[in-house]
DNA sequence: ACTGGCTCCTGAGGGC
DNA sequence: TGCCCTCAGGAGCCAG
């Protein structure tokens, strides 16, 4: 479910709860996540300190004195600061508690989330170093995408998707930046060029950045960590629109399977 | 080296 | 009302 803007959205949420707290341990639930929640999770965090809460794709870091909790929401995760007392749900699968009687919760019905925790540094985890710039950071433009993509046959929707090009990217988001950009999805990235590629990186930065300040998407149940949904869904030119009319030109929005997502486009708008 | 397909899981929504 | 089918915002892994 979250993409980059959800993901900071939450990181935003949890910030001012967690920064310089002292955490307690953990409650876990269910540890059968997408991998398996580390089962001495809990006595590992006892009396950490948070130093940082960072943001590193849709991999949320928070950083103690002593280690990194990575942290994603996978399909259908949700984060809440709440009094630990508080009755878990059914798919409140992992508490962090903190000093004072309150806890971070993970809830996530589908389980394709994640906790772990790593000694090191975090850009180094193996789930980490391989991920391409952050598309809201000074190294990332068009440039970078007309780099990466010379010589490949697969569309730009799958291009865009691939974590190792560009970081955070999701089916939303994907699809929006390239109505933004004027690019038929299912163009072979090799051959889009560097010109395109450039509106393509100001399109992606200008999506994200306009998906955060209204707080993300909320399709179904996306929630940030104070429990309030976003409004980006209203401002979505092509997602989730099939059959209706292209706000730009007043054509039909279309829907087709690639690669086994589906993607939305505007066949007149989109070349 | 690239690529698409499969897989993990639960829940919602549509058709009958 | 209920059953069955399809689909969903991620992404690692695998065979070809």
């Known amino acids: 479910m979250p993409e980059l803007p959800e993901v900071e959205i939450t990181r935003r949420g949890i910030e001012p709860h967690l920064l310089e707290r002292h955490l307690e341990g953990a409650e876990v639930r269910e540890p059968r996540l997408r991998w398996r929640v580390p089962p001495r999770l809990g006595r590992t965090l006892t009396d950490r300190v948070v130093r940082r809460v960072g ?3 849709k991999f949320l870091l928070i950083e103690t004195d002593r280690g990194t909790i990575l942290l994603h929401l996978g399909m259908s995760g949700s ?9 878990p749900g059914r798919h409140d699968h992992v508490d962090l508690t903190l000093e004072g009687g309150e806890c971070l919760r993970l809830r996530d019905p589908r389980r394709f989330g994640a906790v772990l925790w790593t000694r090191g540094a975090p850009e180094s985890h193996p789930l980490l170093s391989g991920l391409g710039p952050e598309p809201l950071g000074a190294g990332f433009s068009g440039d970078h995408l007309h780099d990466r993509s010379r010589g490949r046959k697969r569309s730009l929707h799958a291009f865009l998707l691939d974590g190792r090009v560009l970081a955070g990217i999701g089916n939303i988001y994907a699809s929006e930046a390239a109505f933004a950009a004027g690019i038929h ?12 590629y450039r509106r393509l990186g100001e399109a992606i930065r200008s999506v994200l950045e306009g998906a955060i300040a209204r707080g993300g998407t909320t399709l179904r149940d996306f929630r940030s960590a104070e429990g309030n949904p976003g409004f980006f869904q209203l401002s979505l030119r092509v997602y989730g629109r099939e059959g209706e009319t292209c706000r730009r030109c007043g054509g039909t929005i279309r829907r087709r399977t690639l690669s086994g997502r589906s993607i939305y486009f505007c066949p007149r708008c989109q070349r």
């Open 55 to 57: 943001r590193r794709g």
């Open 79 to 87: 984060l809440r600061v709440l009094p630990a007392s508080t009755p």
């Open 185 to 196: 999805p299912a163009r072979a990235a090799g051959r889009i060029s560097l010109a395109r």
